[in-house]
């Protein structure tokens, strides 16, 4: 089945702590981008890759650090998590996002405590 | 950058009605533009999208319409039902060369409430 799938669904975590959130796609999809949801806020992007060694910043990057050492993988690190980054994230992929749109991962809730 | 407004932000109508929502775009070379659907709860999750050399595009009871020159694009639900209650993000694609970044940038949301 072609799927985005994140890892993991939730997460409660303390300040400072470092931690990763995973992202994995089956589809051979070479764009892949983050996003985080916000109430009120709608979904704004984080970072995105075009391709593999490929990054760069979307909207909201401050905090964030993204890599893309392989096609089907783009972890989301927060090397020093703050209150501020508690909030519903979302993985995505496409072909060409610009022309194909996304398909989305289930989702990871992150509390910061 | 591409700057994407949607509203209303809630909406709320009778079952069996027609419900509208309606975006406008800032970045003239936007050319795709998407409909989500976010069940609570749940992933957003495609449910029509339309390019920018079509004026309007109809999948069974949703439509979605767009004017190039205004810069502005609708969703158009007919004969609501209980499940067609969710949010909808509407949704323009955006690249480097515009002055964003590459994807798509999207509305803050309709939460659209289907009364019985």
């Known amino acids: 089945e072609a799927q985005v799938t994140q890892n993991p669904r939730y997460l409660i975590t303390v300040t400072g702590k470092k931690l990763t959130v995973t992202c994995s796609q089956n589809?051979?999809?070479?764009?892949m981008s983050w996003y985080r949801q916000d109430p009120g806020l709608g979904l704004r992007q984080i970072y995105y890759?075009?391709?593999?060694?490929?990054?760069d910043k979307g909207d909201v990057p401050e905090g964030y650090k993204v890599s893309r050492k392989e096609k089907r993988n783009f972890p989301l690190i927060l090397e020093s998590p703050s209150p501020n980054q508690t909030s519903l994230y979302f993985c995505?992929?496409?072909?060409?996002?610009?022309?194909?749109?996304?398909?989305f991962g289930s989702g990871t809730r992150l509390t910061v405590v | 950058g591409e700057n994407v407004e949607q509203h209303p932000s809630t909406l709320s109508v009778q079952e069996g009605d027609s419900a509208v929502i309606k975006c406008t775009y800032s970045?003239?070379?936007?050319?795709?533009f998407p409909w989500y659907k976010q069940e609570l709860g749940k992933r957003p999750q495609l449910i029509i999208d339309?390019?920018?050399?079509?004026g309007e595009k109809k999948d069974q009871r949703i439509a979605v319409t767009l004017n190039k020159t205004a810069k502005h694009f609708s969703l158009h639900i007919t004969e609501t039902q209980p499940e067609d209650s969710a949010v909808y993000f509407c949704?323009?694609?955006?690249?480097?060369?515009?002055?964003?970044?590459?994807?798509?940038?999207f509305g803050k949301g309709t939460h659209l409430i289907i009364q019985p």
């Open positions: 995505a992929s496409s072909f060409d996002a610009r022309i194909y749109g996304y398909t």
């Open positions: 589809m051979n999809h070479e764009y």
């Open positions: 890759s075009m391709n593999v060694e490929v990054t």
């Open positions: 970045d003239s070379a936007s050319n795709y």
């Open positions: 339309i390019r920018s050399n079509v």
């Open positions: 949704a323009a694609s955006t690249s480097q060369s515009g002055g964003g970044a590459d994807g798509l940038t």
